[in-house]
């Protein structure tokens, strides 16, 4: 028997898949590090009794049902509290404009098979999240950028953009992706004057908003936000999970939008129900479980742990870094001096123990070279405060390697 294994032929495959794969989360295996690139949940934070009591009460309470393509009672739960914790968002959607998804990334490439065809143009903050920028590129769109600041998105240049396209014929934007709360990775969020505008010009200028919501409960203020999709609800296609809420590995996260889209959206679905089973275990999870007390746990926690990061950068970076304090979510953005390259002293933080996202990954044209991404809420506090000495350390000694070579660092853009 023959048992050397035959190199497929990759001249076959699609054009439109990358040869690099999306780096995800996890930039480096050493279990010894302190990742700080990992963008988890923390683990100490998921309900496992509730969610072990739940998935046996699915086999016992629910039967074959429960494994059946329909599932149980459990995907009727499930619309009915997606479309109640909805409208406390401010969100009145009926349950024919939810679709459950397999996570909030899922809902991305979704809408973008939805409405692109290849060379559409798919408009988007930079930074923004990796994953978007891979679902868009596979659906062969042009991507243009748009800057954040400590307010979100920077809507006057995106209007200018706009203006200058229809006043030279060229194309004008199919969607526009957005993360309007706690950014990943920027951790800023959108102003309410800034949403309006961007409400107006999806309407003037017949684009779609998609609005990545995946942080929105992990809110460290208890200031409550308009929605995109409350501001222009036909113009706009809302995406959220229960990844961060309930725990990652589920995989379920939900779309709302107009019953027309939703309706295509099934198609792209092939008929299929998203894990009827894992809807069953969720469904009993979220009828036990104090759900206001378990959001204001997580909340708590992660604002400690992002107090502790902040603290750490403070005392060990000082001013010679940057950042806006987010005011939820996962991740804190860092800036550092034009002539620092993120990318370049990754190694360095490796050999040191740490672990970070390089800026460049979530700009559609790798420059953000200067930056890089940190998450708070995977690790321990003090592994959070080891994580910046390292990382401190890592910088020091890139400081020092560019200046005994002798050599500016090259500016990307």
């Known amino acids: 028997m023959n048992t050397v294994q035959q190199v497929p032929d990759l001249s076959r495959l699609s054009s439109r898949i990358p040869a690099a794969p999306s780096i995800g989360s996890t930039t480096v295996s050493q279990p010894d590090h302190i990742h700080l690139s990992f963008g988890f949940a923390a683990d100490s934070l998921f309900p496992l009794e509730v969610l072990e009591q739940s998935a046996l009460q699915a086999i016992r309470q629910d039967g074959t049902r429960a494994l059946q393509y329909s599932g149980a009672p459990g995907p009727r739960y ?26 909030a990334t899922q809902g991305i490439a979704l809408a973008a098979q939805l409405l692109l065809e290849p060379g559409d143009e798919v408009w988007v903050e930079a930074p923004t999240f990796f994953s978007a920028l891979q679902a868009f590129r596979l659906c062969g769109a042009s991507i243009q950028a748009f800057p954040i600041d400590g307010d979100g998105v ?3 240049k995106l209007e200018q953009a706009l203006i200058g396209a229809v006043r030279e014929g060229r194309a004008l934007p199919k969607l526009f992706y957005t993360m309007p709360v706690y950014h990943n990775p920027g951790g800023v969020t959108l102003s309410l004057l800034r ?30 936000y308009t929605t995109l999709y409350e501001l222009a609800p036909e113009r706009t296609i809302y995406l959220n999970t229960f990844s961060k809420i309930i725990a990652p590995g589920i995989r ?13 959206l099934r198609i ?3 008929g299929s129900s998203t894990a009827v089973f894992t809807q069953e275990i969720v469904a009993h999870l979220l009828d036990q479980l104090d759900f206001e007390q378990h959001r204001e746990q997580l909340i708590r926690h992660y604002r400690s742990q992002r107090d502790s990061m902040v603290a750490a950068i403070r005392s ?3 001013d010679q870094v940057s950042f806006a304090l987010p005011e939820g979510g996962f991740f804190l953005w860092l800036t550092f001096p034009d002539t620092v390259n993120t990318a370049e002293m990754q190694p360095i933080a490796e050999q040191h123990g740490v672990s970070y996202v390089a800026g460049s990954h979530f700009y559609h044209d790798h420059s953000g070279h200067n930056h890089l991404r940190l998450c708070f809420s995977y690790c321990t506090e003090e592994r959070l405060v080891e994580g910046i000495s390292h990382l401190a350390a890592a910088y020091r000694e890139y400081q020092e390697e560019q200046l005994h070579q002798g050599a500016d660092i090259p500016m990307r853009y």
């Open 78 to 103: 499930i619309l009915d509290w997606i479309q109640r914790r909805a409208a406390s968002h401010g969100i009145q959607a009926g349950t024919a404009q939810i679709l459950v998804t397999n996570g």
């Open 316 to 318: 060990e970076l000082g």
């Open 154 to 156: 920077q809507v006057d």
């Open 268 to 270: 792209l679905m092939l």
């Open 252 to 264: 379920l996260g939900w779309m709302i939008a107009h019953p027309l889209l939703v309706s295509r």
């Open 195 to 224: 949403r309006q505008q961007l409400a107006d010009l999806a309407r003037k200028y017949n684009f779609y908003i998609v609005e990545d919501d995946a942080y929105a409960e992990l809110n460290f203020t208890g200031q409550t």
